[in-house]
Each structure stands twice: as structure tokens, then as C-alpha cells.
């Protein structure tokens, strides 16, 4: 048993990046930015580097964009709340691109598992200038924000419940380790016991990608977690803890075989701080 836990706690914390992937986003017009296709990129040594989060590395524009995702999560419930922000008057036309727009939701969706109902390829941001300002607004691209998963208000909060509760249920035990490594070890060990990973990889049910998946505990069923829903559930369950954590996407690959589980694709976490 205590192999099967190492392999697993391995898996979990595996820090190397062979290469990302992220949606890219696209200019429509002179002020529209919305997703397109998907890139995938080799990372460089910085993407290897363990932050406290991704937002630290963006620019003034990108962190605008995102500040006003944090700033709405709560109206986003809805699924279609427009939000209306002012860029920095730092901020120049030429600042505003596809890749500030990219990088902004990029860091948003990997920082913040919490606000697990938005689809970033739904959104769309219009760029305008307000009294020598840049002014931002974000919209639905067609109907809502929404991901497959979720269809109303009720369904969201639902899973939000969920969430807050497992969260603030899972307080560890005392043990005779220290107390950041006995915390750590406890909520990786639950979520190993209490779930079973979902074998539809990259076919699997919306919801098996988010964190409520795999905190739910899900042993059977459409809704069991994938790799990315492990990892979104372990690195907020680090966040109650206190331990810097980071979600990384790239190709699960052992030898020349590359994952099954997630089809080509992987997530993991990985942690910055010496567990003492």
C-alpha cells in the first residue's frame, strides 16, 4: 500500500514539463479578441519555476483582464454577466494584443480552480478607448460562459457547496509528522482512497476535469476525475494548507509510451516549498 501512495504522491508532484498547451486567443477586428485554435509550445526553464501563482508574471494589461474576472466571480454565476473594466492608464493600444488577452486567461483558469463553470472559449473581450483610457469588456461569444457541465445559477452553486464544504471539512489530523507535511499527506491520501480515475481520459463528462470531481469523491460513475480534476482539487486543498502549488499541462509519457489516461494530454501539480 505504502508503494502504491508513493507512486501516486509522485505522480501528483511530478515537476517536469515536457510541453504545454493552452488555447490560443485570436483578433477578430481592431478591439475583438476571442479564443481560436489551440497551440502547444515547448516550455521554456521560467514555465518550470514554482510561484505562488501565475498572475505574479503578467504584464499591466494582462493582470487588468484578470483582476476583473476575479473581481466578477461571484456575477459570473449567471453565465452571461458582461463585465465592463478600465485598463491602467499606463496601458497603450500596442499593449493590448492576442497574447496579453491569451496570457490573462491562461493564468486565470490555472490559478483559480475555485471558479471551475467558465469555458474561456466563450468569452470575448472588447477593447474601446473612454476618455483617453482603454476600457475594457468582457462578454459571452454566444449565449453563456458556461462549460458543458452547467446550465443554471442552481447547478453552479450546487457544486459550489460541495466544494466549500469538502474544503473546510478536510481539516487533517494530528500526526506525529510535522504539521505541514501531515496535512499534505492527508488530503493526498483521501484523494487517491475516495476516487477512481476516470479511464474515458479526454472523452470523459466536463465536470471529471474540475476539482468538485474528484472532492465529490467519485469511485463510479460518468463523473469520476481525470488528471486534470485531481490536480485542480489537490493544488486548492494546498491553497487551504498554505503550500504554494502550480497546475502544468503537457503529454503523461513513460518511455516512448505516451499516457492513456488523458489521451496525449496531462496535468500536474507541483509544489515549491520544502514540507518541514
Known sequence: MMRVRGRMIVLLLAAAVLVTGFPTAKRTDGTVFVYGEERRYAADAQAAVVRADFYSSLSAASKAVYDSLVENAVPLRDGKHEITFLFPESVRHEDVSVTMYQDAMNAFN???????????????????????????????????????????????????????????????????????????????????????????????????????????????????????????????????LGVPCMLITGEGVSGEVRSRTCGTRFCWTTRGTPLT
Open 110 to 240: 490555472r490559478d483559480h480552480s475555485e471558479i471551475f463553470w467558465l469555458d474561456m472559449a466563450t468569452m470575448k473581450l472588447t477593447v474601446a478607448e473612454s476618455e483617453g483610457r482603454l476600457q475594457g469588456t468582457i462578454t459571452p461569444v454566444n449565449g453563456t460562459y458556461y462549460t458543458s457541465a452547467y446550465t443554471s445559477v442552481a447547478d453552479v452553486e450546487r457544486d459550489i457547496a460541495l466544494m466549500e464544504a469538502r474544503i473546510d471539512g478536510l481539516r487533517p489530523p494530528p500526526r506525529s509528522t510535522t504539521p505541514c507535511m501531515s496535512g499534505f499527506l492527508y488530503v493526498h491520501d483521501w484523494l487517491v482512497l475516495k476516487n477512481a480515475c476516470n479511464a474515458d481520459g479526454i472523452g470523459s463528462h466536463m465536470r471529471a476535469f474540475e476539482a468538485v470531481s474528484a472532492l465529490e469523491g467519485n469511485l463510479t460513475g460518468d463523473s469520476r476525475p481525470v488528471c486534470e480534476g485531481y490536480a485542480r482539487a489537490f493544488k486548492l486543498l494546498c491553497d487551504e
